[in-house]
């Protein structure tokens, strides 16, 4: 038995790329605006808070452009939201 085996053919850099598998966007769950936030006559704007996950990564991302660190767990995600926004988890 031979213990380096021929490497397998490769495509010259020349060759047309080959198409690569669809992957499905990432799961959304969107919660509407917390109690107080963008409420008529205030100033501050609503904040819609979504987790998206990726892989075995969720991470949460606001409307008003903040997002939190990808985490494996979707509690600490969730966390994350609730701590930007100012209310206890």
């Known amino acids: 038995m031979d213990p380096h085996p021929a490497p397998a053919p490769s495509l010259p850099l020349s060759a047309p790329p080959v198409p690569c598998a669809v992957v499905p966007?990432?799961?959304t769950?969107?919660?509407?605006?917390?109690?107080?936030h963008g409420d008529p006559g205030t100033a501050e704007p609503a904040h819609v808070?979504?987790?998206?996950?990726?892989?075995?990564?969720?991470?949460?991302?606001?409307?008003?452009?903040?997002?939190?660190?990808?985490?494996?767990?979707?509690?600490?995600?969730?966390r994350d939201a609730a701590a930007h926004l100012g209310q206890p988890h």
Not at 30 to 35: E, L, V
Not at 51 to 69: L, N, Q, V, Y
């Open 49 to 78: 808070i979504a987790t998206t996950e990726r892989g075995s990564f969720c991470t949460a991302s606001c409307s008003c452009g903040w997002r939190g660190p990808a985490r494996r767990s979707r509690d600490l995600a969730r």
């Open 25 to 27: 966007p990432p799961r």
């Open 29 to 36: 769950c969107t919660a509407g605006p917390p109690a107080g």
